[in-house]
Antibody, heavy 122, light 112 residues
């Protein structure tokens, strides 16, 4: 059974860097043709696609965040991580990692982490 | 970027009655490969979203057949033939024809 679990600080100060990690169990980041994705949800709002790192290590970021976002993997720990720099209160959200199943139709997010709330505040 | 617009933003339905949610996109979601990349997700309270429908009308594994999707191009609809208590939550449409993928604002379904 594939599971994803986010971890990281729940509170980040303005202008600092938000760093989150998603630990994957039951699957390998480098196999299966999947796209390992970060999605966030502002309080009481809808969903925003942040970006992904593919099974081949390629990345794609939402242009609205591109200058501040980095997604990378640690294959030895089977984890992928999100870094978002120069955060403001507008980055306060629940951050979730998800697997876009590469063997299914594009957009098939079949496995999600439970999500982690990150608050940007001094 | 493609903007997805859902209506209504909320609806209250008596159990056993039907429900319908509309989703419109600012660009056609028909890809050159012949597929239309419109998805429906349901987010129950305190949970992550779960996939209901992919490519307009295909139910994901385990999704009850009371859920159905239809539409083409830029106009799409999710229908629940007979709403049950477990269907409460927020429904999102999502386009995946181009990145960045984008979601509708969400439609909150409540039970009367």
């Amino acid at each position: 059974q594939v599971q994803l679990q986010e971890s990281g600080p729940g509170l980040v100060k303005p202008s600092q860097t938000l760093s989150l990690t998603c630990t994957v169990s039951g699957d390998s980041l480098r196999s299966g043709g999947h796209y390992w994705t970060w999605i966030r949800q502002h309080p009481g709002k809808g969903l925003e696609w942040i970006g992904y790192i593919s099974y081949r290590g390629t990345t794609y970021y939402n242009p609205s965040l591109k200058s501040r976002v980095t997604i990378f993997v640690d294959t030895s720990k089977n984890q992928f991580s999100l870094k978002l720099t120069s955060v403001t209160a507008a980055d306060t959200a629940v951050y979730s990692c998800a697997r876009e199943n590469g063997s299914g139709s594009r957009g098939t997010f079949d496995i999600w982490g439970q999500g982690t709330m990150v608050t940007v505040s001094s | 970027d493609i903007v997805m617009t859902q209506t209504p933003l909320s609806l209250s339905v008596t159990p056993g009655q039907p429900a319908s949610i509309s989703c419109k996109s600012t660009q056609s979601l028909l890809h050159s490969d012949g597929k239309t990349y419109l998805y429906w997700y349901l987010q129950k309270t305190g949970q992550s979203p779960q996939l209901l429908i992919y490519e307009v009308s295909n139910r994901f594994s385990g999704v009850p057949d009371r859920f159905s999707g239809s539409g083409s191009g830029t106009d799409f609809t999710l229908k629940i033939s007979r709403v049950e208590a477990e269907d409460v939550g927020v429904y999102y449409c999502m386009q995946s024809i181009q990145r960045p993928y984008s979601f509708g604002q969400g439609t909150k379904l409540e039970i009367k």
